[in-house]
């Protein structure tokens, strides 16, 4: 069996670091084609616009405004019940997994935060406390580690736990190379979709 080298493992490490920049670029140019587009259709629909139109988007806005209220509303009585030392964010749980010079982190958060709606009748924000699981991969030699991945927000504890365990099972035993290898996948078949997004919507990579 050929003995994996510390060389190797660096190339294999930098060679997924390059994969990650490519993704970022790749969400970041498909954000500004969405939203370039997106400004781009309200403003040929307002252009087109009629009175019925303007009368029918008059009271969608009105049902849409009651129902941001109310959903505020919600939110901060659901807050005043809750003590102040909770509203914050915390590390439920981490667990790390090491593989020769490699380590898989799992991390279980807390997350308290504003959370911001913007519809056409106008925003609202509100306080809300999510869950954060994800997983990252470490190269301990250089103390280097990867983006978030396999990222999932959760509204309950309990179903934020569910995939925390499932996490910890899954990849306890997994060497660095099958993860980063399926990872690697996924960033593919990802950007895949992206780039054709963003060609569909007319624009250029």
Known sequence: MKKVTKNSDDDMFSTFLVKEKEL??????HAQASII??????????????F??????????????????????????????IPDEEKCN???DHKGFKHGNFKTHIFFEQIYREKNIIADCGGIHFPVIEYNVYIRIE???????????????FETYADAEKYYIFLR?????????????????????????????????GFEL
Request: aromatic fraction near 8%; include cysteine; hydrophobic fraction near 30%.
């Open 24 to 29: 970022a670029y790749v969400e970041k140019r």
């Open 37 to 50: 587009k997106m400004s781009d259709d309200l403003k040929e629909r307002e252009s087109k616009a009629t």
């Open 52 to 81: 019925f139109t303007r009368i029918k988007d008059f009271f969608n806005d009105c049902s849409d405004a009651r129902a941001m209220k109310k959903l505020k509303r919600e939110s901060e009585e659901l807050f005043s019940k």
């Open 90 to 92: 915390k590390e439920i």
């Open 139 to 153: 190269y301990t030699p250089a103390e280097i580690w990867t983006e978030k991945h396999l990222e999932k927000v």
């Open 169 to 201: 099972k899954e990849y306890k035993d997994k060497s660095a190379k099958i993860v980063l290898d399926y990872l690697t996948e996924k960033i593919d078949s990802h950007c895949d979709v992206l780039k054709k997004r963003i060609i569909d919507l």
